[in-house]
């Protein structure tokens, strides 16, 4: 009996657990992100990042902060960059399929981007293509237009140069997260399943 009532426990904890996963939002709110250059020889860079988890959109249970050196330091950075340097990340993740998956919004925006270049003409003809650019990506990822302000800057000082600032929270629904995950396994377990197959019929042809 009571072997049966710790089992139920158990189970009753684990789909408490999926559960308030599956209702949870994540929330990546940054803060101050800079990157910029001069002459587009070396580009620095700085940043603070918060990840809260919010309770059907409303109640904050969980609350993570780092920044630049913080996260250079931790485990999971020099993990990831090891992984990074001996497979491709990107393609494994499928990044346009992910994204797509994740459905990322974008609740708030400030950005503001300086670009310049030797030629003035090229400026121009650069800043009115990446504001066209993101004109239709913002009008994608967001569901309030007002929430977003963003500036794209000329700069006509005869230098090649880029400096980018923003604030930012980007909302992602976890249900989102988990089936990309789920998604992204799946597809693995299929490419290797593939892998083997043609092993097998290569192998078979010279029988």
Do not use: W
């Amino acid at each position: 009996m009571v072997l049966v009532l710790f089992l139920l426990a158990i189970i009753f904890i684990i789909s408490l657990i999926i559960e308030v996963l599956l209702l949870s939002e994540i929330k990546i709110y940054t803060k101050n992100f800079t990157v910029y250059n001069l002459l587009f020889t070396q580009f620095k860079y700085n940043y603070e990042i918060e990840i809260r988890l919010y309770l059907c959109g409303k109640f904050p249970y969980f609350e993570y902060n780092t920044n630049k050196n913080k996260a250079k330091n931790s485990k999971l950075y020099k993990k990831l960059k090891d992984v990074s340097k001996k497979k491709n990340i990107i393609k494994d993740l499928y990044v346009f399929d992910t994204i797509n998956y994740l459905k990322p919004k974008i609740e708030s925006l400030n950005m503001n981007l300086q670009i310049g270049t030797s030629n003035a003409a090229n400026t121009a003809y650069t800043v009115a293509t990446i504001s066209a650019v993101m004109s239709i990506l913002f009008s994608y990822f967001t569901e309030n237009k007002n929430s977003i302000n963003y500036h794209v800057v000329p700069l006509y000082n005869g230098n090649n140069t880029f400096n980018l600032s923003f604030n930012s929270i980007i909302s992602i629904k976890m249900v989102h997260i988990i089936s990309m995950i789920c998604i992204i396994l799946q597809k693995r377990r299929d490419d290797k399943h593939e892998r083997a197959s043609n092993r097998r019929s290569y192998a078979n042809s010279y029988e």
